[in-house]
């Protein structure tokens, strides 16, 4: 007995021995680092934001001038890091009046070490023409210069000055770099929704699932003969909300073999990086708010992990990279002698002072509301066509601007010719120069009324479509069925009074181009229940919405950011009605069914009767069933058993 529990004890002091030998192996293993360790910067839609802006917290955000110097202080924690960008570089500042001629972003984000880049639909606003020129300036340049990668957007082979661009600086569909004892297959791409907000671009698109499974396969044939491991990335300009839907989102389900995607255009910020299969999808938002940070390190046996994901503020607590300072001084007396002289303007120049903020960028359009800011550029289209056409100017009934073309905004303080460029700094004229001219157009009161519904319709689910207007006024219920929301609709004469639309007559409508372009999606985008069809002053269509350019005496083209600088630098002191809004578009929600259910049009009159027809089927159910519950219960009731 004894014996037996001697040996018992024996065997578990041995077994205590070798457990507690082991310890130390499996704690060496668990803290053994990584075989591999890849460190991606990343920033997207970065739009000429070389400077600074102010913030709705009476700080400041983004700026190049920052942004270098985080990007050297994460290099020097990570010195194999990739620094990649996903497009949308350009167009958003005065810094893009030099674009053709100088390419000042490819040569700030080669200062800056940027490694890759890919071309977004914002390269295209000065049309095939200007983006060969800006290429062609930045290899003049000698300037250090990023990679351009684009494998499914590309010139037509007609388009012998475009190739001949390209292939000079050497844009390709990928590029593979060694960084790190790391193989890295890199391909850029443009999404379907990009390709539509570049309706000047002159380029052939290639559907985005088909390029990049070619793409794919061939960056996997390359890095094939290389004993590195390797991690094929795709710069895309097609974005997600970071909920699982967009474009990207359906790219990485579509799409084996890509392990990151940098999810540029929809301006999206991700705290956590999305995980769609094997693929992982990150975005930092826009105007260099935020500068992306991800760390993937390698097991063993090849599996990869999240090891750090950051978004790092670009804010006033950053110091500015005295080279980037340098260069962006460089640029601004090339600004005003190229572009702002003909306006007779500079480039800080105060055109005009506000006691009082308009609504954050960050914040503008997140409600469906009037907005002081879109009120503001409304008016500013009246009096810049007042003032151009002089004695010959014809009313405008209805100046409008939809948010998706609103870049900026006014803090409290001194507005300066900067600023006012910022906030309408999008595309070109007719005349290939910076800025989107004011287009007149006429349509009919019915057609006034569907664009006031695409407002109110619309904006819920894409809210670059919500429009603020100088001329009208309507009202819109959200409870009432989709593309029925408008409860009344008016116009605003100059005296401020009211009158009802006539449906038939033609109302002068002033505009910017790219809007007035986009009129014409309304009718597909609402499956033909809303129509907006813009004519000439005598009914005729317009085919080709240049023809109807605004232009000073001069002969050049009213834009619309001089149009906002110009009626703002009229003012001196922006008016204190500014300060809120003024009844423009005013929303009332209501339940009575008198509101919900008035002036239905086709699609609400099918909806409704669809859901009578189902409110009747769900009756008739539950009636069914009620009635055989009773007749079983009276069955059972009656039931006796035979006894016989």
Same mark, same amino acid.
């Given at each position: 007995?004894?014996?037996?529990?001697?040996?018992?004890?024996?065997?578990?002091?041995?077994?205590?021995?070798? *457990?507690?030998?082991?310890?130390?192996?499996?704690?060496?293993?668990?803290?053994?680092?990584?075989?591999? @360790?890849? $460190?991606?910067?990343?920033?997207?839609?970065?739009?000429?934001?070389? *400077?600074?802006?102010?913030?709705?917290?009476?700080?400041?955000?983004?700026?190049?001038?920052?942004?270098?110097?985080?990007?050297?202080?994460?290099? &020097?924690?990570?010195?194999?890091?990739?620094?990649?960008?996903?497009?949308?570089?350009?167009? =958003?500042?005065?810094?893009?009046?030099?674009?053709?001629?100088?390419?000042?972003?490819?040569?700030?984000?080669?200062?800056?070490?940027?490694?890759? %880049?890919?071309?977004?639909?914002? @390269?295209?606003?000065?049309?095939?023409?200007?983006?060969?020129?800006?290429?062609?300036?930045?290899?003049?340049?000698?300037?250090?210069?990023?990679?351009?990668?684009?494998?499914?957007?590309?010139?037509?082979?007609?388009?012998?000055?475009?190739?001949?661009?390209? &292939?000079?600086?050497?844009?390709?569909?990928?590029?593979?770099?060694?960084?790190?004892?790391?193989?890295?297959?890199?391909? #850029?791409?443009? #999404?379907?929704?990009?390709?539509?907000?570049?309706?000047?671009?002159?380029? &052939?698109?290639?559907?985005?699932?088909?390029?990049? +499974?070619?793409?794919?396969?061939?960056?996997?044939?390359?890095?094939?003969?290389?004993?590195?491991?390797?991690?094929? /990335?795709?710069?895309?300009?097609?974005?997600?909300? =970071?909920?699982?839907?967009?474009?990207?989102?359906?790219?990485?389900?579509?799409?084996?073999?890509?392990?990151?995607?940098?999810?540029?255009?929809?301006?999206?910020?991700?705290?956590?990086?999305?995980?769609?299969?094997?693929?992982?999808?990150?975005?930092? =938002?826009?105007?260099?708010?935020?500068?992306?940070?991800?760390?993937?390190?390698?097991?063993?046996?090849? +599996?990869?992990?999240? +090891?750090?994901?950051?978004? /790092?503020?670009?804010?006033?607590?950053?110091?500015?990279?005295?080279?980037?300072?340098?260069?962006?001084?460089?640029?601004?007396?090339?600004? @005003?002698?190229?572009?702002?002289?003909?306006?007779?303007?500079?480039?800080?120049?105060?055109?005009?002072?506000?006691?009082?903020?308009? $609504?954050?960028?960050?914040?503008?359009?997140?409600?469906?509301?009037?907005?002081?800011?879109?009120?503001?550029?409304?008016?500013?289209?009246?009096?810049?066509?007042?003032?151009?056409?002089?004695?010959?100017?014809?009313?405008?009934?209805?100046?409008?601007?939809?948010?998706?073309?609103?870049?900026? !905004?006014?803090?409290?303080?001194?507005?300066?010719?900067?600023?006012?460029?910022?906030?309408?700094?999008?595309? !070109?004229?007719?005349?290939?120069?910076?800025?989107?001219?004011?287009?007149?157009?006429?349509?009919?009161?019915?057609?006034?009324?569907?664009?006031?519904?695409?407002?109110?319709?619309?904006?819920?689910?894409?809210?670059?479509?919500?429009?603020?207007?100088?001329?009208?006024?309507?009202?819109?219920?959200?409870?009432?069925?989709?593309?029925?929301?408008?409860?009344?609709?008016?116009?605003?004469?100059?005296?401020?009074?009211?009158?009802?639309?006539?449906?038939?007559?033609?109302?002068?409508?002033?505009?910017?181009?790219?809007?007035?372009?986009?009129?014409? %999606?309304?009718?597909?985008?609402?499956?033909?229940?809303?129509?907006?069809?813009?004519?000439?002053?005598? #009914?005729?269509?317009?085919?080709?919405?240049?023809?109807?350019?605004?232009?000073?005496?001069?002969?050049?083209?009213?834009?619309?950011?001089?149009?906002?600088?110009?009626?703002?630098?009229?003012?001196?002191?922006?008016?204190?009605?500014?300060?809120?809004?003024?009844?423009?578009?005013?929303?009332?929600?209501?339940?009575?069914?008198?509101?919900?259910?008035?002036?239905?049009?086709? /699609?609400?009159?099918?909806?409704?009767?669809?859901?009578?027809?189902?409110?009747?089927?769900?009756?008739?159910?539950?009636?069914? /069933?009620? $009635?055989?519950?009773?007749?079983?219960?009276?069955?059972?009731? #009656?039931?006796?058993?035979?006894?016989?």
């Amino acid at each position: 007995m004894r014996h037996s529990m001697w040996n018992r004890l024996s065997a578990l002091c041995l077994a205590l021995c070798l *457990l507690a030998a082991g310890l130390p192996l499996t704690a060496s293993a668990a803290s053994t680092s990584p075989v591999y @360790e890849s $460190t991606i910067l990343f920033t997207h839609d970065t739009h000429d934001h070389f *400077l600074p802006m102010p913030d709705e917290e009476g700080g400041e955000y983004g700026g190049y001038t920052r942004l270098a110097t985080l990007l050297k202080q994460e290099r &020097e924690a990570h010195p194999d890091a990739l620094t990649l960008d996903a497009g949308d570089f350009s167009m =958003g500042s005065l810094f893009q009046t030099i674009y053709a001629t100088h390419a000042p972003e490819l040569q700030a984000l080669g200062a800056m070490g940027y490694d890759v %880049t890919t071309l977004g639909n914002h @390269e295209f606003d000065y049309r095939a023409q200007g983006l060969a020129d800006m290429l062609n300036a930045a290899v003049d340049s000698g300037s250090p210069l990023p990679a351009i990668v684009q494998a499914n957007y590309k010139p037509p082979e007609s388009d012998t000055a475009s190739w001949e661009a390209w &292939e000079r600086y050497g844009i390709q569909d990928y590029i593979i770099l060694e960084r790190g004892g790391i193989s890295y297959g890199i391909f #850029g791409l443009m #999404g379907e929704e990009a390709d539509s907000n570049a309706p000047m671009s002159g380029m &052939e698109f290639e559907p985005t699932v088909e390029a990049a +499974q070619r793409t794919v396969a061939a960056i996997q044939a390359e890095l094939e003969q290389s004993s590195n491991p390797s991690l094929i /990335i795709c710069l895309s300009h097609s974005g997600t909300d =970071g909920k699982g839907k967009g474009e990207d989102y359906e790219l990485a389900k579509a799409v084996d073999g890509i392990d990151l995607i940098i999810s540029g255009h929809t301006h999206t910020v991700l705290e956590e990086p999305l995980q769609v299969g094997d693929t992982l999808i990150v975005s930092a =938002g826009e105007y260099t708010s935020y500068l992306g940070s991800l760390t993937l390190s390698w097991s063993e046996d090849g +599996q990869k992990a999240i +090891q750090d994901y950051r978004l /790092i503020p670009v804010d006033e607590t950053v110091a500015a990279d005295p080279g980037m300072e340098q260069l962006t001084n460089r640029f601004q007396p090339l600004m @005003e002698s190229e572009y702002l002289a003909q306006y007779g303007l500079k480039f800080d120049q105060v055109l005009a002072t506000t006691e009082f903020a308009f $609504t954050p960028i960050s914040q503008f359009a997140a409600e469906q509301r009037e907005d002081t800011l879109g009120n503001l550029i409304a008016d500013s289209y009246i009096y810049a066509v007042q003032q151009a056409e002089g004695e010959n100017y014809v009313p405008v009934d209805f100046a409008v601007v939809a948010s998706g073309v609103i870049r900026g !905004s006014f803090a409290a303080g001194e507005i300066t010719t900067s600023d006012a460029f910022n906030v309408s700094s999008l595309g !070109s004229g007719a005349d290939g120069t910076p800025g989107y001219p004011l287009i007149s157009v006429w349509i009919t009161g019915k057609e006034l009324e569907d664009a006031f519904e695409v407002d109110a319709s619309v904006t819920p689910i894409m809210s670059a479509a919500q429009l603020y207007g100088s001329g009208m006024t309507w009202t819109w219920n959200p409870h009432r069925i989709i593309f029925n929301k408008v409860n009344s609709c008016a116009q605003v004469l100059p005296d401020g009074t009211t009158v009802p639309l006539e449906n038939d007559k033609l109302y002068r409508v002033v505009t910017g181009l790219y809007s007035g372009q986009m009129l014409g %999606t309304v009718n597909s985008q609402s499956f033909g229940i809303l129509t907006i069809t813009p004519k000439d002053a005598n #009914g005729n269509v317009i085919t080709n919405f240049e023809d109807h350019i605004i232009y000073n005496p001069d002969g050049s083209e009213v834009k619309e950011w001089y149009a906002l600088a110009s009626y703002l630098q009229s003012m001196g002191t922006v008016d204190a009605r500014y300060s809120a809004p003024e009844g423009r578009k005013v929303e009332e929600r209501s339940w009575n069914p008198i509101s919900l259910l008035k002036g239905l049009n086709l /699609i609400g009159g099918i909806a409704l009767a669809v859901l009578l027809v189902v409110i009747l089927l769900v009756v008739l159910l539950i009636y069914r /069933i009620v $009635t055989r519950k009773r007749r079983r219960g009276s069955w059972r009731s #009656g039931y006796r058993p035979y006894r016989g």
